[in-house]
């Protein structure tokens, strides 16, 4: 919980790499070695040492993901005497200028907002047979015969069948998607507008009159952002970035005998969004959560804004594994840390490390082990993972 409500804050993912020690200069030695350093020298020697000491060198920043989180608030007709005025001066220009029918109400005061992507951008706009207003659905916006068979809800009472239906893919249980024959249709006064957005692109009336006159530009951060479904959960197999992963399956594919198409991408199975994967992790890592978590979670501390934050080293054990084959002999096989659960609610972090064993040679038995990374030389990293923070209860700050 918020020790304090605000109306917003932010949300905070960082992973980066562990600092390391700088190099620190050879001791100074006499022209002579018969003399002694000057103590000069060695003064110098002695401040530059501490200098580099304290000062580390800053890890690679892996991941580092920011979102703004709103209290309860809407997009909202004006009062019908604005309006009116604002018909006046349309007409009265000759649709030249259009004025915004609609704003965005100030954000209610929060202490606490689950971060799952019901409140994030996305939604559904739908008509059923029973609704009062299904006459007024213009006939454009109808299912066809087609897509009411093909409808999720075709076996559902009449009344409750769909006769118009329009979803935002990439998120059908968020906030603030509208269609304008939508709005018309039911006459809609007020949409709750998203709560959880990306920082410093959050949605605004104006973008929201945009989007519904059809005047964003995908290609525009400012256009595109404050209407991106966003969270730190996974996405679902159905979403449009994983499904496009899935490759060509058409007829030649279904009478193969193939098990995936040929242009089928692995990276389908990245789960987490594209912003927090980043190539394989050596387990040592430094995670640090920002009003991730609840204030009075054992080692969280208040920043200069009193932002709760919370770090986390991972302690750099590497599993692997001891393979003994059949034929006799044995050998040790590498895991890869691909993926990484962060659960702040229930203070756990679940770390999944993977191996690939050949088929060939015949294995006998598989022996799970652990060395710690500090024991070892050098490690393999290859080029490939995923790390996800699945939606917590509560995202607090304070």
């Given at each position: ?242 499904r496009a992963l899935l490759g060509t399956v058409d007829e030649a594919f279904i009478k193969s ?75 040790e096989l590498s895991a890869q840390l691909d993926t990484v659960l962060i659960d702040p609610e ?53």
């Open positions: 919980m918020l020790r304090k409500p605000t109306r917003q804050f932010d949300v905070r993912l960082q992973v980066k790499r562990p600092d390391t020690p700088r190099p620190l200069p050879e001791k100074p030695r006499p022209l002579n070695p018969f003399m002694p350093v000057s103590d000069i020298a060695m003064a110098q020697w002695k401040r530059e040492v501490a200098r580099l000491q304290v000062s580390p060198m800053q890890g690679k920043v892996l991941i580092d993901k920011t979102l703004t989180v709103t209290g309860e608030r809407e997009f909202r007709k004006k009062f019908w005497p604005v309006r009116l005025v604002q018909w006046a001066i349309k007409w009265g220009t000759l649709t030249l200028v259009r004025p915004n029918p609609w704003k965005l109400t100030v954000p209610q005061r929060i202490a606490s907002l689950p971060l799952r992507y019901e409140y994030a951008y996305g939604g559904q706009n739908r008509i059923d047979a029973g609704d009062k207003w299904v006459k007024r659905v213009p006939k454009r916006h109808r299912l066809t015969i087609e897509q009411r068979v093909a409808h999720p809800d075709k076996d559902a009472p009449p009344v409750r069948q769909a006769v118009a239906h329009d979803v935002c893919e990439p998120n059908p249980l968020g906030l603030g998607y509208a269609q304008p024959w939508w709005i018309k249709t039911a006459k809609i006064k007020a949409i709750p507008a998203p709560q959880i957005a990306n920082a410093g692109h959050l949605p605004t009336a104006g973008l929201f009159w945009q989007a519904l006159r059809g005047r964003l530009k995908p290609g525009k951060p400012q256009h595109a952002k404050p209407f991106e479904p966003v969270g730190f959960g996974i996405r679902a197999k159905t979403h449009p970035e994983r005998d193939r098990w995936l198409p040929d242009d089928f991408d692995f990276a389908i199975w990245n789960a987490a969004p594209v912003d927090q994967q980043t190539d394989f992790l050596r387990g040592d890592e430094i995670i640090e959560l920002t009003n991730l978590c609840a204030p009075d979670t054992p080692g969280a501390i208040a920043d200069a804004k009193g932002n709760t934050v919370l770090r986390l080293a991972q302690p750099g054990h590497l599993p692997y594994i001891l393979v003994r084959f059949k034929e006799g002999s044995i050998g229930q203070r756990q972090v679940c770390c999944v490390w993977r191996a690939v064993v050949a088929t060939t040679p015949a294995v006998r038995v598989l022996e799970a082990r652990m060395v710690d990374k500090a024991d070892i030389a050098a490690f393999d990293t290859p080029t490939a993972a995923t790390a996800t923070v699945p939606a917590p209860a509560e995202t607090t700050h304070g």
